[in-house]
């Protein structure tokens, strides 16, 4: 069974450009949640997708969006980048989502914003 | 408010040398406890979950336990290989939240 995939791997940019990442779940699976890792502040939950909905948030501001596609893969768009923004984006993919069901990681896209 | 706490934040063994690692955690209504190793520049491996007090779960060096305010993750005679940062998640009905990790060194 194949597992959680993220594209692309390491990506550049500069200050005020947007970027784009994606993500495809485990065949089956229906919830999509982005994390943002860096290393002051661990694992930080950005939002939940469920069947094309967004079903929870963390705390980030608008500049951080997403969406979720009919066949589950999910995009995270931020845009208008700062240097802070630089981190590692973890894509995990869980079967119903919410907090009872273990999540399993892709191998994230480290973002480096110039 | 919901909090996830970790320790140590470092721990340096020798090989052989077991030890634990304590995760503390204050949440609104616990569905599972899970445990996560991660390697630098990569995403975390799942390991265990754990619904209920009292319950534990073993892989290879690796045993999870859990009470209501805790739980432990004993790694048993350990090998350079199990060297990682181990996480800790409590999962709530929304939610899962993430502690930092503590990282672990074990010297050949």
């Known amino acids: 069974k194949a597992g959680v995939t993220q594209t692309p791997r390491y990506l550049i940019k500069t200050r005020g450009q947007q970027v784009t990442l994606s993500c495809s779940p485990i065949?089956?699976?229906?919830?999509v949640s982005w994390y943002q890792q860096t290393p002051g502040q661990g694992l930080q939950f950005l939002f939940e997708y469920f069947s094309e909905t967004q079903r929870n948030k963390g705390n980030f501001p608008g500049r951080f969006s997403g969406r979720q596609f009919s066949n589950s893969r999910s995009e995270m768009n931020v845009s208008t980048l700062e240097l802070g923004d630089s981190a590692l984006y973890l894509c995990a993919s869980s079967l119903l989502g919410g907090g009872w069901n273990e999540q399993f990681f892709g191998p994230g896209t480290r973002l480096t914003v110039l | 408010e919901d909090q996830v706490t970790q320790s140590p934040e470092a721990l340096r063994l020798q090989e052989g040398e077991s030890s634990s690692l304590n995760c503390s955690y204050t949440v609104s209504g616990l569905r599972g406890l899970f445990w996560y190793r991660q390697d630098p520049g990569k995403g975390p491996e799942f390991l265990f979950t754990?619904?209920?007090a009292g319950e534990e779960k073993e892989k290879e060096r690796l045993k999870a336990t859990l009470t209501k305010k805790e739980s432990f993750l004993h790694i048993t005679a350990p090998k350079p290989e199990d060297s990682a940062t181990y996480l800790c998640?409590?999962?709530?009905?929304?939610?899962?939240?993430f502690g930092k990790g503590t990282r672990l060194h074990i010297l050949p």
């Open positions: 754990l619904y209920s």
């Open positions: 998640a409590p999962g709530m009905d929304d939610k899962i939240i």
């Open positions: 065949s089956g699976h229906r919830s």
